[in-house]
T-cell receptor, first 116, second 114 residues
Framework: AQKITQTQPGMFVQEKEAVTLDCTYD???????LFWYKQPSSGEMIFLIY????DQQNATEGRYSLNFQKARKSANLVISASQLGDSAMYFC?????????????WGAGTKLIIKP | DVKVTQSSRYLVKRTGEKVFLECVQDMDHENMFWYRQDPGLGLRLIYFSYDVKMKEKGDIPEGYSVSREKKERFSLILESASTNQTSMYLC?????????????FGNGTRLTVT
């Protein structure tokens, strides 16, 4: 069965520290992609970063990077030098390419709170 | 930039009313989705559509229907609203043929059914 697991319901982190949000996935399809989204309290879903299963390098986007460990089926989001504005819910999601409907399978999310 | 617009940010309806949630995207995306989001339950897929007039049930379609008469517009219909449909509703779209394309979301509609 295809599944995304985020084991950290909530996290408190001191401002300016690095943060790692965990995401493990399960699929038997060799071709898939992993997405991370941020959802502030205002409610909009903001796409952060993408990692394809065949990508040779870990994805990076500004302060966001993805620690992709394919053998372990994990795709952890790393936020460097956290800021107060990083406080939000974070969701990991997966698209399996054999699924022709382009939908995403979602994790339950992690609530990140940055402390000043 | 892709823009997905949901017609209402907040909506309050009475039990038994018929409710329409509208979603419009401006990037000619083939695929559109309706999710509901409840605390602790994450995002759950209600319906999706991969083309005009085409629709597929998601994980929780009961009590909902959808309409896609034009490519840019995907409507979610609550035929007879109930209190357990009080939730945050999110619409999203994505193009066909690009597996690395994210879902682009609207700002969401917080629906309260009293």
């Amino acid at each position: 069965a295809q599944k995304i697991t985020q084991t950290q319901p909530g996290m408190f982190v001191q401002e300016k520290e690095a943060v790692t949000l965990d995401c493990t996935y399960d699929t038997s399809d060799p071709s898939y992609g992993l997405f991370w989204y941020k959802q502030p309290s205002s409610g909009e879903m903001i796409f952060l970063i993408y990692q394809g299963s065949y990508d040779q390098q870990n994805a990076t986007e500004g302060r966001y990077s993805l620690n992709f460990q394919k053998a372990r089926k994990s795709a952890n989001l790393v936020i460097s030098a956290s800021q107060l504005g990083d406080s939000a819910m974070y969701f990991c999601a997966m698209r399996v390419h054999e699924d022709s409907n382009y939908q995403l399978i979602w994790g339950a999310g992690t609530k990140l709170i940055i402390k000043p | 930039d892709v823009k997905v617009t949901q017609s209402s940010r907040y909506l309050v309806k009475r039990t038994g009313e018929k409710v329409f949630l509208e979603c419009v995207q401006d990037m000619d995306h083939e695929n559109m989705f309706w999710y509901r989001q409840d605390p602790g339950l994450g995002l759950r897929l209600i319906y999706f559509s991969y083309d005009v007039k085409m629709k597929e049930k998601g994980d929780i379609p009961e009590g909902y229907s959808v309409s896609r008469e034009k490519k840019e517009r995907f409507s979610l219909i609550l035929e007879s609203a109930s209190t357990n449909q009080t939730s945050m509703y999110l619409c999203a779209s994505t193009p066909t043929g690009r597996y690395n394309s994210p879902l682009h979301f609207g700002n969401g509609t917080r629906l309260t059914v009293t």
